[in-house]
């Protein structure tokens, strides 16, 4: 499906995202491991978060929509059928995390997704999961369908080749089920929402410098249920902070939104560029949560590497057209994971900047943009993926004329409400 987005003079407005998408997985996951009745609210959304709820459903947890945005949870215990067939859609957060979950449960589980999802790297998470005593089958190269012959476990101290959350996490559920301490260690780190959750909840999570470790036993599996109320998404909220930081004219408030420091790099990166945010923080347990107001400021450019990179792994895209209107050449490397996320993203970042005028060189692990170029309008293709649509949605909003993004459907799969909320603050 085409979309156009036009340029808007101003955009100014107070937003509510859709609900972390990141923790609705893991709330929904954990609530169905659970042994009672948990209860998740927050403004739930979005085709990624609906396949761990219908997995979750397949294994034997109920899930009820109490009122908007309210679901009741009915664990199982996590005493689930020996059999199964997953469907995990587009979302490599719930392939990856059940093959941990399923790994210490005796039976056979069959994972498989859509065709972008089939064919993302799962080695990463086959590897370990085999280490600790699965049995884990992939295709010959290594890509989905996933086959997970789960059992006993042993524990495991895995130094992570890459630095990644689904990886870290799918090892600690599984470590979860091991009889011992098992332990991830990583070079940088990635965002910790597993092992905040798991400690609230009250399972026997140690952190120390570089490393995180799960004590196994069945903690989670005995818990009486929880209450939790899911902060908004940064993710989805920092399409509207990088749209008013660009914008002629703005003012964007985002209220409720996480700001976990393993995904806040995009504010990060935006204020080394000069940009005007002003961060509000409001709670602090188990997730950090504030507003954040983004006003239009001049962009210098910068460099993004290093421990930024996984901080920041799902808003590179939005940094990238920051760094179009960025005074200066801004240089994004160590970034090589955007090439296996639901698209190879350095380049159809690539290319869609540059159809709209922008001076972009694509490099192995990352890109080198040189601004400010005014951008014009054309017609870029989403390839699939839900962030690149919406990074070139707001691309139309700041640029002179109108920009159509081809398989803007793509945008569902974390943020269904999208033009809904354009509609609200694009001037
Ligand atoms: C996620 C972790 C990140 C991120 C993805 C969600 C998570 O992936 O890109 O959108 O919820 O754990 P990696 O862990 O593979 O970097």
Redesign the pocket.
């Known amino acids: 499906m085409d979309r156009s987005f036009s340029p808007a003079a101003r955009i100014e407005g107070t937003l509510e995202v859709p609900a972390d ?2 923790i609705a ?1 893991r709330a929904l996951m954990f609530a169905g491991m659970a042994a009672g009745t948990s209860r998740i609210s927050g403004k739930i959304s979005g085709e990624d978060v609906n396949s761990t709820r219908r997995c979750m459903e397949a294994l034997g947890a109920q899930v009820v929509e109490e009122g908007p945005g309210v679901l009741v949870v009915t664990g199982t215990g996590w005493s689930i059928p020996a059999e199964a067939n997953l469907d995990c859609g587009n979302s ?2 719930t392939m990856r995390l059940l093959s941990g979950a399923l790994a210490g449960r005796k039976g056979t589980f069959t994972l498989s997704g859509d065709p972008s999802l089939s064919r993302r790297p799962m080695l990463r998470v086959a590897e370990p999961l085999r280490l600790m005593g699965a049995g884990v089958e992939t295709s010959d190269d290594g890509r989905p369908p996933l086959t997970i012959r789960g059992g006993s476990l042993t524990p495991v101290i895995y130094r992570s080749p ?6 870290k ?1 799918a090892i600690l559920l599984a470590g979860l089920q091991a009889d011992g301490l098992t332990t991830v260690q990583e070079s940088a780190p ?2 910790d ?1 597993t092992e905040r959750i798991l400690a609230w909840l009250g399972c026997r999570i140690l952190r120390t410098e570089g490393q995180i470790s799960v004590q196994g036993g069945d903690q989670l599996f005995v818990h009486p249920g929880f209450e939790l109320q899911l902060p908004g998404d940064l993710s989805s909220a920092a399409f509207w902070l990088v749209a008013a930081i660009l914008a002629p004219a703005a003012e964007i408030r985002i209220e409720g939104v996480g700001l976990n420091p393993g995904r806040t790099g995009i504010l990060d990166i935006l204020t080394a560029m000069g940009a005007d945010l002003e961060i509000i923080p409001t709670a602090d347990a188990p997730e950090p949560v504030g507003t954040v107001v983004a006003r239009p400021g001049l962009l210098r450019a910068t460099e993004i590497s290093g421990a930024t990179i ?1 901080a920041a ?2 808003e590179l895209p939005l940094a990238a057209l920051a760094a179009t209107q960025a005074e200066g050449t801004t240089v994004i490397r160590d970034a090589e ?1 955007l090439k296996v ?1 639901e698209t190879d993203r350095i380049a159809v970042l690539a290319v869609g900047l540059r159809a709209l005028g922008a001076k972009v060189e694509d490099r192995p692990d990352g890109l080198i943009i040189e601004g400010p170029t005014p951008l014009g309008g054309g017609r870029v293709n989403a390839a699939g993926d839900h962030r690149m649509a919406m990074t070139f949605a707001v691309a139309g909003l700041i640029a002179r004329v109108p920009v159509t993004v081809t398989g803007w459907e793509a945008a569902s799969v974390s943020y269904p409400g999208f033009l809904d909320d354009l509609k609200k603050v694009a001037g």
């Open positions: 998408k990141s997985h490599g957060t890459v630095p990644s959350a689904q990886v996490s990635s965002r929402h996984p792994v799902d994971e996320k």
